[in-house]
């Protein structure tokens, strides 16, 4: 139990394999936190790992929850990064976004934007094959996400 009789949510474990699957799977990951760090690509196993922190938006309640979580894009060609310096590893990042644009088939762009403008990491993909997957339980968060509206 996790101290108020409630059980504690099941970690996520979802995949996306076409353009269609990533709108709900990006909604999951909205307000993720990380460091510039957390951005790892392996190009001989051509694979792009997000290290974050999930805020869990699926979980209603007051008290607000992260969980640990990591973000697995497979089957990728290229990778773009803008506006993030990779010799800042510990340059905060918050996810705002992911699109997924079909190219031609299976081919397709997924890009990742974060907060503060221009900060974005476009990977072109053979095919999609994203995993979001929950490490271990959620936590309780100091602060929720705050999106002003202008």
């Known amino acids: ?11 996520l474990r979802l995949i996306a394999h076409e353009a269609s699957d990533v709108p709900p799977l990006a909604a999951l990951a909205q307000d993720a936190a990380l460091r510039a760090g957390d951005l790892s690509y392996v190009p001989g196993e051509r694979h792009f790992t997000v290290r974050m922190n999930r805020f869990c938006h699926e979980v ?8 640990p979580s990591v973000l697995r894009i497979n089957c990728v060609k290229k990778v773009q990064v803008r506006g993030i310096d990779p010799a800042r ?5 918050s996810l705002l976004a992911i699109t997924a644009e079909a190219g031609e088939e299976p ?7 974060f907060a503060g403008g ?3 990491v476009r990977l072109e993909v053979e095919c999609i094959d ?3 997957l ?4 959620p936590r309780r968060a100091k602060s929720r996400p705050n999106h002003p509206v202008d």
């Open 130 to 132: 994203v995993l979001l």
């Open 1 to 11: 139990m996790f101290g108020f009789g409630k059980p504690p949510a099941k970690p």
């Open 107 to 113: 081919d397709g762009v997924l890009t990742l934007h």
């Open 118 to 120: 221009g900060r974005d």
């Open 89 to 93: 590893r510990d340059q905060p990042l």
């Open 134 to 137: 929950d490490l271990a339980a």
């Open 60 to 67: 209603p309640g007051a008290t607000p929850l992260r969980a």
